[in-house]
């Protein structure tokens, strides 16, 4: 939980983790309004402020639990031109901007090299916004990779799709909620090696 956690290390923690989310959330926003639905702009979404993202009882899961989430943005696919498609570009656009701030974070921790507090800072910044992705990508619902997961599937396994759609939600929270209180965690299992092997692409350990 990150109340245990060291003033200090929450100083850094906390401001990361909201940019992330934001970011995230923005991005979604950012494409689905380049694809012809402005409905996250007429929203106020299409802005990095946090008071326009956040969610009240997701950002207290940060600080209590150690992971949260954001409003999510809203997205009408009737103003999408190719909506199968489109949705799953909207739906990537979120973890991509993860994996971009990412990138950023790694090559000014190679270009600066070690200077304390900020390497640190570019190192949890880094680490975070991988883990935002690569989670955000398994394709259980509400999470983007389900959308991905069912613009691929939907014309091959429609059944399996609809599926997905309505026990998702809850295979995900009772992963999590084992995780919680056993300590043992297989949705880390699952995306622990993806994490290792962007942060030794982008950052180099």
Do not use: C
Not at 44 to 62: C, K, V, W
Not at 102 to 125: D, E, H, P, W
Not at 148 to 172: A, C, E, T, W
Request: glycine share 8%; hydrophobic share 60%.
């Amino acid at each position: 939980m990150l109340f245990r956690l060291p003033p200090e290390v929450l100083v850094l923690l906390i401001p990361v983790l909201l940019f992330a989310l934001v970011f995230h959330e923005f991005s979604h926003g950012w494409v689905a309004n380049k694809l012809g639905d402005p409905t996250a702009k007429y929203a106020g979404r299409l802005t990095l402020n946090p008071m326009a993202h956040l969610d009240l009882f997701g950002s207290l899961m940060i600080l209590f639990v150690g992971f949260g989430w954001a409003k999510p943005v809203p997205v009408d696919s009737r103003y999408l031109a190719n909506p199968r498609t489109d949705m799953m570009k909207i739906a990537f656009a979120g973890p991509a901007a993860n994996l971009l701030l990412a990138f950023i974070a790694g090559s000014l921790i190679r270009l600066t090299g070690n200077m304390g507090v900020l390497s640190s800072m570019l190192i949890m910044f880094a680490q975070i916004n991988i883990m935002l992705a690569v989670f955000n990508m398994i394709p259980i619902p509400p999470l983007d990779g389900s959308q991905i997961f069912s613009g691929l599937m939907i014309r091959h396994n429609p059944d399996l799709v609809i599926k997905l759609q309505v026990y998702g939600p809850q295979i995900l929270m009772g992963l999590i909620l084992f995780g919680m209180l056993t300590r043992i965690s297989p949705i880390w299992w699952l995306i622990s090696p993806f994490v290792n092997f962007f942060m030794f692409l982008f950052v180099g350990i």
